[in-house]
């Protein structure tokens, strides 16, 4: 009988001490030092991504890198229908015509083209050769250009350098002009187009291509698929590089903005690219 009495006496208390830790007062101080803990996880979370993408954007402020040009950066600047403003305009005068001509010019004076062409050859292609047309009878373009445009080379040479120009390219146009900078940068002789380092840049080029689609379009699983044989394959290239020198292996490296986690880790198709 003692024993009951004892034993009923433990669970009164522990029921009052229950009942006690189990208040709406405990409750909320419970929820509220869980919010507080959830809040400070995900400030530390977030500075955490803040430093990594710091860490990232100085790894990738490289010479190389800088040199590349970006499509959205290029088509943001200037509008190809632009090009009619400079064959309209009225002759009211040599002066005045030049005038115009040059508040109508559009900005695509990069020295940048869409063909491996030399600056040479585009001074000759859009300055020489429209005034050697126009002293030779204004033959040149001829049926083709709007009448107004006809018998002004500097309309004629502005109309030439604004089709052929990279800010007037597709974004194809813009990825073969990086493609071409990566070989001129990486090519250890005139023509160099298959040492690693040459392939590596080439590769690093789509790679960042697909990275900034892939932001985008987030359910594109067959291009996530393609960046990730790519990531692969250009891993592979400087491993091997790694074998034949390491002083050119780390100077790639260095060059293409990469650690060496990045290529001798763990390589996982991603499933967002941030």
Request: with cysteine; aromatic share 4%; hydrophobic share 40%.
């Amino acid at each position: 009988m003692a024993s009951l009495v004892r034993c009923a006496a433990r669970a009164g208390r522990a029921a009052a001490g229950r009942a006690l830790h189990t208040t709406p007062r405990a409750q909320g101080k419970r929820l509220s030092n869980r919010k507080a803990e959830l809040a400070e996880q995900r400030a530390a979370e977030a500075e955490a991504r803040r430093q990594a993408e710091e860490r990232l954007r100085r790894l990738k402020d490289t010479a190389f890198l800088n040199s590349l040009e970006q499509p959205e950066r290029l088509f943001s600047t200037t509008q190809i229908t632009e090009q009619d403003k400079a064959a309209s305009l009225s002759a009211t005068g040599p002066a005045a015509a030049q005038d115009d001509a040059q508040a109508v010019r559009r900005e695509a004076r990069s020295g940048k083209f869409l063909s491996s062409v030399d600056a040479e050859e585009m001074r000759m292609v859009t300055e020489a050769a429209p005034r050697a047309a126009a002293g030779a009878g204004g033959l040149f373009g001829a049926g083709i250009l709007p009448s107004p445009a006809e018998n002004r080379p500097e309309v004629q040479g502005d109309i030439v350098r604004r089709v052929v120009a990279l800010e007037n390219a597709n974004a194809k146009g813009v990825v073969h002009y990086n493609i071409r900078r990566a070989v001129e940068t990486f090519g250890r002789a005139a023509g160099d187009s298959g040492s690693p380092e040459v392939q590596a840049a080439v590769w690093t080029v789509r790679i960042n291509q697909l990275e900034d689609h892939l932001r985008i379009s987030r359910k594109d699983h067959q291009n996530r698929r393609a960046y990730t044989k790519l990531l692969h394959k250009r891993a592979k290239m400087l491993k091997y590089l790694k074998r034949e020198s390491l002083e050119r292996y780390y100077l790639c490296l260095k060059q293409l903005g990469l650690t060496k986690d990045m290529v001798e880790g763990e390589i996982l198709q991603p499933k967002r690219i941030e």
